[in-house]
């Protein structure tokens, strides 16, 4: 068989690529980045001297997939929690968090520690019972998540300090359009049992704890590894695929996985009447000289314009060079007109966290703005390609998960298993 061409080097790229050497079958990996990862790649700040995720990643125990894959390569610098533990903090409350206990059957405990937060009580308790049983069903079907609870009768305090954040951290979309059926199978798969509603976090940044691996995998398994390498075109004669290299340079490949985004591989294949339906995702890194932790390695903020603030130096403990203290803080779905306005606020509101009295200010700050970071759940047509050309890209249909790692590592699998069953039925 004619080798493999992979375009893509994130994690659905890296695993299908994985999955085909492992295989013994010949592949080789292209990508248009300098580095590998994707949007779980790392930079080196030199200001600072430290090494910076992109953008900090959370993981569940639900990511069945993702853990398997980590384990089967020799990823291992992962913190777990013991239980589901979620710290919040509003003005007005300050800190608080859902937080189960293992005593409890999950959905017990879950209905149990909603109860307990503040502003909430024993109201939330059939609430969260009637959400755990309506996540197997098909009422979510056609309506946005705010329709959904509504018509689920949600408590609006449990709708405001729950599930409207884990809307926004799952979907990277606002309740009011986000697909309600995508999001009850994330209530359902995440909040099957304890083990999968714990968070986890990397403890090292991603070149270092996840990248070097992968990229070690590869080269142990002679896979050619090709960065800052854009492809320019790709077209088949009887179903056999050829791509076009920047250099000019035309090569022919048995088979062709695109493990890309959406709106790059329209770019590819010449689709100009289809716009992928995108949101970013806005990551602003704060870095300080003074002793600041928060009481947790992150926290979800509620009427705030941070979702989630991240104390980088409670989750990686070891990446940093003990000059600053690190933090960065997540908003979801939206863009900043200027980074000053954005910056003032967010000190602000890490200030109030950490209950000082004026607003902290920082040393050093990094933007990383990713335009196009999540393709949307959203009802579309996939383009006609050959037998040849495989689709491993980000399109989640009305019911599916929405993006994320484990989600991405599923997309390179399934792309490596087709062609592998496909060699099967040849022979």
Do not use: K
Not at 101 to 107: D, Y
Not at 269 to 292: C, K, Q, S, V
């Amino acid at each position: 068989m004619e080798p493999v061409a992979v375009i893509g080097g994130g994690l659905a790229g890296l695993s299908c690529a994985l999955e085909l050497a492992e295989h013994g079958i010949e592949a080789e990996l292209f990508d248009a980045s300098p580095r590998l990862g994707g949007r779980t790649s790392s930079f080196h700040d030199q200001t600072v001297d430290e090494w910076v995720d992109n953008g900090p990643h959370l993981l569940i125990g639900a990511y069945h997939h993702a853990r398997d894959f980590f384990a089967r390569h020799g990823i291992t610098e992962l913190a777990w929690q013991a239980h589901l533990h979620l710290p919040l903090w509003d003005a007005r409350r300050g800190h608080f968090s859902l937080d189960t206990r293992r005593w409890l059957p999950l959905p017990l405990s879950l209905a149990w520690a909603a109860s307990r937060m503040p502003g909430h009580g024993l109201g939330d308790l059939p609430a969260m019972l009637r959400l755990g049983r309506a996540t197997h069903g098909e009422m979510a079907e056609g309506l946005t998540v705010d329709a959904w609870l509504s018509a689920l009768n949600m408590p609006p305090p449990l709708t405001r300090d729950l599930l409207h954040p884990l809307c926004l951290g799952a979907m990277n979309e606002p309740p009011d359009s986000a697909p309600a059926a995508s999001f009850a199978r994330v209530l359902h798969e995440a909040f099957t049992d304890h083990d999968a509603a714990r968070l986890g976090w990397f403890t090292r940044p991603f070149a270092q704890s996840l990248v070097a691996p992968l990229a070690q995998a590869l080269d142990h398994h002679g896979v050619p590894m090709h960065l800052s390498c854009r492809i320019t075109g790709l077209r088949w004669q009887a179903g056999q695929p050829e791509i076009s290299l920047r250099s000019g340079e035309m090569r022919r490949f048995g088979r062709v996985v695109l493990a890309m985004p959406t709106h790059a591989r329209n770019h590819l294949l010449g689709i100009e009447d289809a716009r992928a339906d995108t949101r970013p995702i806005t990551n602003i890194h704060l870095w300080f000289d003074e002793d600041i932790r928060l009481p947790h390695p992150l926290v979800g903020g509620i009427g705030t314009l941070g979702h989630w603030f991240f104390d980088i130096g409670r989750q990686m403990p070891g990446s940093a060079q003990g000059r600053y203290r690190h933090f960065c803080a997540v908003v979801s779905a939206a863009s900043p007109d200027s980074l000053q306005p954005w910056t003032e606020r967010l000190c602000g509101e890490l200030s109030a966290m950490l209950g000082r009295q004026a607003a902290i200010r920082p040393c050093h700050v990094r933007l990383v703005h990713e335009r196009r970071a999540t393709t949307l759940v959203r009802a579309t047509a996939s383009p006609a390609l050959p037998a040849s050309v495989l689709d491993a890209g980000e399109h989640p249909q009305p019911g599916d998960l929405p993006a994320t790692i484990e989600t991405a590592v599923m997309r390179g699998r399934d792309a490596a298993d087709r062609i592998l069953s496909g060699l099967g039925a040849l022979a």
